[in-house]
């Protein structure tokens, strides 16, 4: 086979295997191309493969049915179209996998057009369906060569998110992505049975990032939109029904979900589950199980399900037990720093916005995040704060905690307030007060120190929305420091330096030298 | 529409005179010509005009108005010919008829005395003689018989037929004006003019007299001038130098009494001050100055100081004493105690030591306040206010003593430098123009020795002076940005050059002195670029690394430049954001990061250590640092924050590996330069590294235990760190000296007071019942108020005005029509009346001319 067969070689090639079917025979040059190791080669290869198996297809000259074997179909000395048609009907499978895998091929490019060729067949194969349908109405899908596509999305190894990306188009065709769904899941039982060791990380990512990008509509009238044209839709299909989707969304999920995942992926899918997931299954409370398992583990993790657990128990009627407690016990130094700290501190506030809450409870979460303030960044700080002044002017029983006038216990010797007790109950917090706020009104930055200097006066009715400073970052304070114009001259240093370290005897100086 | 204004007025002015009238028993009015306008609502405050109405008498004043103007003109509609009255004064009120008479008869008068006609020989001038008529003298006539008896007797006088006949009216004017006069002047005649006589030559007298006086006045004053003149310039214009030879010569004595008169008398100066003062005066600056960043440190900013403007009293000796409010320290609460500064009492002290040291007092002050905590440390933590006094004793001491352990050691360096500066000046030239970008500014300075730059970039500055030319401002603010920026490089380069940078410090103190505002912004725009890169370094990686050495340097300088104890400071705030940044965001995976990040703490803690502000951070780090120095993991009491992990690749960094080098590690400081070869060094090299990095940490966290042992939750705060002291590190088997301040921190975090007192909220003011006072709008047109602005009611006003003239307006032109209308209607009937009385009057006579006709005939008939 010569390489450097163009483009035009192809064409003629092309133009022979369509017109009689006596040049047949080039489609074995054809296919070989797809072979090739140039690029270019190999994408106007694909092209020709795409037009002359296209035409094929349109014109029916593939053989319809359950295919025989090659060697069986071309001894017999039978019918030499039927011959014909289960040969090219072997040449169009060989080209079928050899697509299926280019789309491991280094170049995305080619990756991209073999996608696109696969997805031209299964609409083509839709429409002139290579079955044999059994009965009337019969609801034929080239279920088959969509596996092999999604096998070629969800590689083992090697990042496909690109691919994947490009896939999306498709999946917004109500077919595809049911059929698609039904794929994952063969799939992920087919791989995990044959990784018995473990299946790679990758996988697993490659899957998560197609079964995240599946998202389902969210009404029975919104599936009309479909690949494969068919003349009529029929009813009884279930391609046609939200609630087959639904209950084949929530198949693909637990299929996913069953295996041991990687943490980072757990923390993935719980980032989406409230929105994403959840709304699309049929049955909701069939996650309990693992999102209880979830906020059970601790850490960012917790704080993750804890999204989840809200719409259960919010939507879906779910009574968790010793719920405040847990979230009570979620409260440690971390939660400051974390990336989902917004998102925790929303549904924080949103758990404790009920007014039927025990004092000592909202006393207890009060005063815990004061303690934990006390080694929050200032960002965290501008938040908590006024989170901290909300709850105690929705329990004015709580404002014990920064206005005790009684004379009797005007010394303790310790703070009453037992920061490892897990239950809130016990934690003695109504007995405390709010030192670590008067501590941080001798914050450096002056607005920490602003926010903490509310509770020296009676704090005002009304609550502060915290929504808008869940999301500040430490580059917002920066820049909001930085472009605050200060009235009047700069103020500066009157002390003339005598250099780097030498000013005052300094710190630096006595611990730091310059060479 | 001014009328129905006036009519307005006039209705109420009719309004009120039935009033009046009412009053009056006398005038009663007809009870069926009141009209009496009946209110709907008695409204409190709302003055009625319109109550009482009369009707009949208004229509009246009405009518008459028009009969005198509206009739008038409508009677003249068709006459072109104008009525002219040219009567003096006729219509004129402000002029009394006397005065007007007297006008009139001097008008008179005039139009008499020209000629009528200059070829009339016969008319002559009247000749008089005194106010007489000649002719009148010449006829002798009596003048009393005249008077009273010409007319009388029916005579024809001369004058008389003189009037009559064309004669001149103004004879005979004359004679009758004159008889009051002749009455009783013929005897007084004489005397009369005798007076009018002395009169004038009196008057001339003194205007005489008057002229002379102003004549001698103006000489004096010019005599004056000159000498003045000649005593204010030495040259004397020559004109006046044969004035002088003039003039009789001054007296000696006059001369010398006025030459001490006008002698410049010595201005009061102020003496020379001595070295005491300079120094009083210093210290009083600096304790201005100190008293500014006080107040900025509990940011009280004090507008009302910097926009008003100074008031001074009429008192004021202007001596530059003046009652500063800002000064008075006011009461702040803190920790619930009253919190009373104790910087004055310090300053005192120094003011009375101070002077001779001039030159160290830039060093000796700040440490002082560090000093005094360290100090008062052992004894007694309990308050700031109550050892104030016993401090300062201390403070000078340790003054004292610290003085000549110093001075030596400087004058011995000052010495070297001198001449190094000298040699480093001879061979440099000495102009040097302002460099335009970084590049010239770079080639400037390189291949020469720090000395070098240091005294090139000095002339450049010297050079470009901004009160030497227009552009040398801009040239310099310049400068001032491309030396921050060959900081940076310096500190960059491998080997970073620390020794130029430590150099060039002071000429960047300079240059920001001058440009606070450019200076300013341009390390803000270094910092921000700093915090920009962590930033992109987090979004891209998820985590950023400890930035390069430049970044400390800068973050030191800022510190340098500017007051970092301002309670929000334009740069120094972002500069802190920005080390918070480094320490929370920076996870630590090497020695080089350890000791980046203890530089940063040192920064942290020298930037608060005036204002003694709480940086979380600070301690987290500390803790960790302390983390990674100690070997167990297994129980650990205490919790780490973000950028340290409790397990992990990097979580025994700074465990010492081998025994020996415990043993001999030297204590000394960590060397910034090689911060970043710290990895080539040997294990030996490392491992004392690493207990340099312990000893820092712990002195760092013995100065945050002396600055925050008054914060009120300090036992939670330390809590990690006590942990770690009291179960982690003395298994470490650190060396002496560091075990001992290990024992000297916990000893002190247990000497704490441990008294927590209950928060209590401020009283907030009681809040005031309501009052149900009416709320005041003003009313500008009656019933309707305006909310809006200023203009808008005025235009709402004029717009309510011109409806209302408007609709007056229409009104009086209807009346003034259905007024005319009657007036047509009646010269109608009466041009009707008039025809059908005369076609009467025909048909009567026609009647009786017929009657008489046939009476005629009739008689006819008969004969």
């Known amino acids: 086979m010569e390489p ?38 190999v994408l106007s290869a694909i092209h020709t493969c795409s037009r002359l198996f296209g035409a094929l297809l349109e014109r029916r000259e593939l053989f319809v049915g359950h295919l025989p074997a090659e060697e069986a179909a071309m001894a017999g000395s039978g019918d030499a179209l039927r011959k014909y048609k289960v040969w090219m009907r072997h040449r169009y499978n060989s080209c079928c996998n050899s697509l299926s895998e280019l789309l491991g091929h280094r170049s995305f490019k080619v990756k991209e057009l073999a996608l696109c060729t696969l997805m031209k067949f299964v609409q083509l194969e839709g429409e002139y369906p290579l079955e044999k349908s059994k009965w009337e109405g019969n609801y034929l899908f080239p279920r088959g060569l969509l596996l092999s596509v999604v096998e070629g999305l969800i590689p083992t190894e090697g990042d496909s998110s690109l691919l994947i990306s490009r ?349 | 529409m001014g009328k129905a204004r006036g009519k307005a007025l006039g209705g109420k002015g009719l309004g009120s005179q039935a009033r009046s009238q009412k009053a009056k028993p006398s005038a009663n009015p007809n009870p069926f010509e009141v009209k009496i306008n009946r209110q709907k609502f008695q409204i409190l405050g709302r003055k ?134 002749e009455e009783e002047k013929p005897k007084s005649r004489k005397e009369l003019i005798e007076e009018l006589i002395a009169k004038s030559k009196q008057e001339k007298r003194e205007r005489q007299i008057q002229r002379e006086n102003a004549l001698e006045l103006t000489e004096k004053l010019d005599s004056d001038w000159k000498e003045i003149q000649s005593l204010l310039s030495h040259k004397t214009p020559k004109w006046e130098k044969k004035d002088k030879e003039e003039k009789p010569k001054p007296d000696a004595y006059d001369m010398m009494v006025r030459e001490l008169g006008f002698e410049m008398k010595a201005q009061p100066s102020n003496r020379m001050k001595t070295e005491e003062e300079l120094a009083k005066e210093e210290q009083a600056r600096l304790k201005k100055l100190e008293a500014d960043r006080l107040r900025r440190m509990l940011g009280k900013e004090d507008d009302e100081n910097t926009k008003k403007p100074k008031h001074m009293s009429a008192d004021d000796l202007n001596d530059g004493f003046i009652l500063n409010k800002d000064d008075r320290h006011l009461l702040s609460y803190k920790d619930g105690k009253m919190n009373q500064e104790i910087d004055d009492p310090n ?172 200076a300013s912004s341009s390390v803000k725009f270094v910092l921000r670029d700093v915090v920009h890169e962590m930033e992109e370094m987090i979004e891209i990686k998820g985590r950023a690394s400890f930035p390069g050495l430049d970044v400390l340097i800068y973050l030191k300088i800022t510190g340098i430049l500017f007051p970092t104890s301002d309670f929000w400071h334009p740069v120094v705030t972002p500069a802190l954001v920005c080390m918070s940044q480094i320490l929370t965001k920076c996870p630590v995976t090497s020695l080089q990061d350890v000791v980046k990040g203890l530089f940063v703490c040192c920064l942290f803690l020298e930037y608060v250590s005036l204002s003694q502000r709480f940086v979380p951070e600070l301690i987290n780090f500390l803790a960790g640092v302390l983390h990674i120095a100690t070997p167990n993991k297994d129980t650990q009491g205490y919790t780490l924050v973000h950028p340290f992990k409790p397990l992990g690749r990097n979580s025994e960094l700074l465990l010492v590996s081998s025994k020996d080098d415990m043993d001999t590690w030297p204590k000394r400081g960590l060397p910034l330069s090689r911060v970043n070869t710290l990895k080539e060094s040997s294990e030996t090299e490392t491992n004392h590294v690493r207990l340099s990095c312990v000893s820092v940490c712990l002195n760092l966290i013995k100065r945050c235990l002396t600055m925050y042992s008054t914060l009120p939750s300090f036992p939670e705060i330390m809590k990690p760190i006590r942990v770690l002291l009291t179960k982690h590190v003395p298994e470490c088997g650190y060396p002496r000296e560091l075990q001992e301040l290990c024992q000297s921190i916990l000893q002190e975090m247990e000497n704490q007071d441990k008294n927590y007192q209950p928060l209590v909220c401020e009283k907030s003011k009681p809040v005031p019942l309501k009052l149900f006072t009416p709320k005041v709008v003003k009313v500008l047109e009656f019933g309707r108020k305006q909310g809006s602005s200023k203009e808008e009611q005025e235009r709402k006003r004029l717009i309510h005005k011109h409806k209302r003239e408007f609709k007056g307006a229409v009104r009086e032109i209807r009346k003034d029509n259905q007024f005319l209308a009657r007036m047509q209607l009646t010269e109608i009937m009466e041009r009707d009346s008039e025809r059908k009385r005369k076609v009467k009057q025909l048909f009567g006579s026609l009647a009786t001319q017929e009657g008489e006709w046939k009476a005629l005939k009739r008689k006819k008939f008969k004969k």
């Not at chain 2, 005395?113 to 001038?125: F, P, V, W």
Request: aromatic share 8%; hydrophobic share 35%; net charge negative.
């Open chain 2, 48 to 181: 009625t005009r319109h109550d009482v109405g009369l009707p009949g008498i208004s229509r009246a004043k009405a009518i008459k108005k028009r009969t005198q103007t509206l009739l008038k003109e409508y009677k003249e509609r068709d006459k072109s010919n104008v009525f002219t009255d040219k009567r003096f004064g006729e219509y004129n009120t402000k002029i009394s008829p006397e005065e007007k008479m007297m006008k009139r008869f001097a008008l008179e008068r005039q139009r008499n005395n020209e000629k009528k006609s200059i070829y009339n020989l016969n008319e002559d001038e009247e000749l008089t003689h005194y106010g007489q008529s000649l002719a009148d003298i010449e006829k002798f006539n009596d003048i009393v018989d005249s008077d009273s008896d010409t007319e009388e007797r029916g005579m024809l006088s001369a004058e008389l037929t003189a009037s009559h006949f064309g004669g001149g009216g103004g004879l005979l004017r004359k004679k009758t004006s004159e008889p009051g006069e």
């Open chain 2, 347 to 518: 300053e005192e002290e120094q003011a009375q030591e101070g002077g001779e040291e001039d030159s160290e007092r830039e060093e000796d002050e700040e440490p002082e306040t560090e000093d005094s905590q360290e100090s008062d440390a052992p004894d007694s933590h309990s308050d700031l206010e109550s050892d104030g006094d016993s401090e300062q004793e201390e403070i000078v001491h340790e003054n004292k003593n610290k003085k000549p352990v110093q001075a030596p050691e400087k004058n011995t360096n000052d010495a070297k430098q001198k001449a190094v500066f000298e040699a480093a000046r001879s061979e440099l030239p000495y102009t040097f123009t302002a460099p335009d970008s970084y590049e010239e500014l770079k080639s400037l300075l390189s291949g020469k020795s720090a000395e070098q730059q240091l005294v090139v970039i000095e002339r450049i500055q010297k050079c470009n002076h901004p009160s030497l030319a227009v552009g040398n401002k801009a040239k310099l603010e310049k400068l001032f940005g491309f030396l921050l920026e060959y900081i940076g490089d310096l500190a960059t380069k491998t080997p970073p050059d620390l020794k130029t940078v430590d150099k060039l410090i002071v000429q960047l103190y300079n240059l920001c002195q001058m440009f606070p505002e450019f």
């Open chain 1, 167 to 515: 896939f999306q188009e498709y999946l917004e065709h109500d077919d595809v992505r049911y059929h698609t769904m039904q794929a994952v899941v063969d799939l992920v039982a087919r791989v995990t049975d044959t990784h018995q060791q473990g299946v790679p990380s990758t996988f697993w990512n490659n899957t998560f990032t197609l079964v995240s990008s599946v998202s389902l509509p969210r009404q029975q009238s919104d599936i009309s939109n479909f690949y494969v044209k068919h003349k009529e839709m029929l009813e009884k299909w279930k391609v046609t029904q939200l609630k087959e989707h639904k209950h084949v969304f929530e198949k693909m999920w637990f299929s996913f979900l069953k295996h041991k995942l990687p943490v980072n992926l757990y923390k993935k899918v719980l980032v989406i589950m409230h929105d994403s997931i959840l709304p699309h299954m049929s049955q909701p409370s069939l996650m309990i199980d693992f999102l209880t398992k979830a906020y059970d583990i601790g850490g960012a993790i917790s704080l993750l399900a804890l999204n989840g657990l809200f719409i259960l128990i919010h939507q879906h009627n779910l009574e968790y037990p010793d719920f405040y407690r847990k979230l009570y016990s979620l409260l440690d130094p971390s939660v400051f720093h974390v990336k989902y700290r917004a998102r925790f501190f929303h549904l924080a506030d949103l758990f404790l916005s009920s007014s039927h809450l025990p004092a000592y409870l909202v006393a207890a979460f009060a005063k815990r995040l004061c303690r934990l303030s006390l080694t929050a960044p200032p960002e965290a700080l501008l938040m908590v704060i006024p989170f901290i002044c909300n709850l105690l002017r929705r329990h004015p029983a709580c404002k014990a905690l920064i206005h005790r006038p009684s004379v009797e216990a005007s010394d303790m010797t310790a703070d009453p307030y037992d920061m490892e007790e897990e239950d809130p109950a016990k934690s003695h917090a109504l007995e405390s007060c709010l030192w670590e706020l008067k501590a941080l009104q001798r914050h450096y930055h002056p607005e920490v120190a602003k926010a903490a200097m509310a509770i020296n006066q009676a704090l005002s009715p009304h609550e502060v929305s915290i929504a808008q400073l869940l999301e500040l970052s430490p580059y917002e304070i920066f820049e909001k420091d930085f472009k605050k114009e200060g009235s009047g001259p700069v103020p500066l240093e009157f002390l003339q330096p005598q250099g780097l370290l030498g000013r005052r005897g300094d710190l630096a100086m006595e611990h730091f030298a310059l060479d």
């Open chain 1, 4 to 41: 450097e067969c163009g483009a035009a070689e192809l064409g003629r090639w092309l133009e022979a295997a369509l017109k009689s079917r006596r040049g047949a025979n080039v489609v074995f040059d054809i296919l070989g191309v797809l072979q090739s190791d140039q690029e270019d080669d």
